[in-house]
């Protein structure tokens, strides 16, 4: 089997879930909100085959990752890993030589920062958990907010899928 990756048989993005102990028992509504946005992002990009991986930290591990990987100590809201071109993530061993889907990357959430922000913005916890997985995604696809013209993309492009999805500002 030398590399062939297959998708999910019902041809969907296959999204796996990593809920931290930290946060108690796990929020099974947010994460179909996070599953949902997450493979509805994708759809609109034309990418209907993959895996992504979300993860739902508290802050302290986001912190931990935060220094780790960015060199920032300090938490935040989210963090998007794309697979490189070899499909893992950058510095880590290669994928063995399985039937997989196409690795798409990784999310992780930090749920306190975003129940915080929820909070400061006056929408829903969903809306705020569906913001910044369709963030993530856009991220993983290559887009970013660097300039004031990519930022209005990106605003654009989230608010499409979460107003499709019915996640809309309180």
């Known amino acids: 089997m030398s590399g062939r990756q297959e998708c999910n048989p019902k041809g969907e993005i296959e999204v796996t ?53 960015r060199g920032i100590d300090s938490t935040t809201d989210v963090l998007s890993f794309p697979m490189d071109a070899a499909g893992v993530v950058a510095g880590e061993m290669p994928a063995r030589d399985l039937p997989l889907p196409p690795e798409l990357g990784e999310i992780i959430i930090s749920l306190p920062r975003a129940r915080e922000q929820a909070e400061t913005y006056g929408h829903s916890l969903a809306r705020e958990i569906g913001f910044l997985a369709v963030h993530s995604c856009l991220h993983l696809c290559g887009f970013d907010h660097k300039t004031p013209e990519e930022e209005e993309i990106m605003r654009s492009q989230e608010e499409e899928v979460l107003g499709a999805l019915g996640l809309t500002r309180d």
């Open 17 to 69: 879930v990593d809920w931290s102990e930290r946060l108690g028992e796990p929020d099974r509504a947010l994460i179909e909100t996070a599953k949902a946005v997450i493979r509805a992002t994708f759809t609109r990009k034309g990418i209907t085959c993959g895996r992504v991986d979300l993860f739902f930290v508290d802050d302290e591990e986001m912190r931990e990752l935060n220094r780790e990987y």
